[in-house]
């Protein structure tokens, strides 16, 4: 299957200053995307391009099989846009708002009614039709913002922090709807909150610099930095000397009496240093190696720091 966006050496500058520079990727026609990146980093520029708010210094970004600063009209007609803060219109109703996006972006006139209904249907205001928009709550309003950007019925969906300022209910239920929804259509999704990231989405790119410095599968964001500390029990423990004279630990120091904590070059150490725990009769009960959190790795690929785990 082809991508529903192909982005080509895509590079953007403000006045004299590159916001982003020679990016290329592309997205699948089915699942979530995450897009990382600091503030700064170029992030936003990016996802103005691809959706036809920014026209771009060089490079190209086809939106199915079309470019989008060639033919804006028939590109965007496979875009759906939940911005940051949901362009709603609160004293209409929501089928008075819905059918008003629906003519936007230029539907058939005899599919708008049949395609509101689905739309509010698919994510759950249908019992709110003649509600007016700002009596509705923060979550119901998020879910119109939603049903907006759905209701021509896109191939690609983008969305700006759909999460932002709902209690954690909602977040759950809105997560859960983007999961939902990604199953029919490709959904890219800005976020600065990590966890949200790795709870529903299937691949990520990360921006930084201007520059794409990491693109993969959740999975592969997860183990891209790799740990070089470990977790060391032992019921019967020598001195913090006689571990560090073990093969291939480069520290070690106590953290809670029968507690290390040691720092390595490889995980592969980890068994030789198991064995030697073994033959030396110190009792041991656990080693581990530390797992790197998804700030940690996200400051690592961002550059704002180095990870050693082994200071704290």
């Not at 939106?63 to 209409?92: C, T, W």
């Not at 700006?160 to 999704?189: C, F, M, Y």
């Amino acid at each position: 299957m082809s991508p529903i966006v192909e982005v080509k050496n895509l590079s953007h500058r403000y006045s004299v200053q590159w916001a982003i520079q020679n990016i290329n990727f592309e997205i699948n026609q089915r699942g979530i995307l995450g897009l990382l990146g600091s503030n700064g980093a170029g992030k936003s520029t990016t996802m103005n391009i691809i959706c036809g708010v920014l026209n771009q210094t060089s490079g190209q970004v086809l939106i199915n099989g079309i470019d989008i600063r060639k033919n804006p009209v028939e590109a965007k007609k496979n875009i759906g846009f939940l911005p940051q803060k949901p362009p709603l219109y609160s004293d209409h109703n929501v089928d008075e708002y819905l059918t008003y996006c629906a003519n936007l972006h230029l539907m058939d006139k005899k599919q708008i009614k049949s395609a509101v209904e689905r739309a509010k249907e698919r994510t759950g205001i249908s019992h709110f039709s003649k509600r007016l928009i700002k009596n509705l709550s923060g979550g119901y309003q998020q879910r119109v913002g939603i049903a907006q950007a759905i209701v021509h019925n896109p191939k690609f969906i983008v969305m700006d922090e759909p999460t932002n300022g709902l209690d954690p209910n909602q977040i759950l239920e809105i997560r859960a709807l983007i999961k939902e929804i990604s199953a029919d259509h490709s959904v890219l999704l800005s976020t600065h909150i990590l966890s949200e990231v790795d709870a529903i989405c299937d691949y990520v790119k990360m921006i930084e610099h201007g520059h794409l410095v990491f693109s993969g599968t959740m999975d592969d964001f997860n183990h891209s930095v790799k740990p070089n500390t470990f977790l060391l029990k032992l019921t019967n423990p020598p001195t913090e000397g006689e571990i560090s004279r073990i093969e291939n630990i480069v520290r070690i120091k106590s953290v809670d009496g029968n507690i290390f904590k040691g720092e390595i070059t490889s995980e592969d150490d980890l068994p030789k240093i198991a064995e030697s725990c073994v033959n030396n009769g110190w009792g041991l009960k656990e080693i581990v190696m530390e797992k790197i959190s998804l700030d940690e790795i996200f400051a690592q690929l961002s550059g704002k720091r180095t990870i050693n785990k082994f200071e704290e």
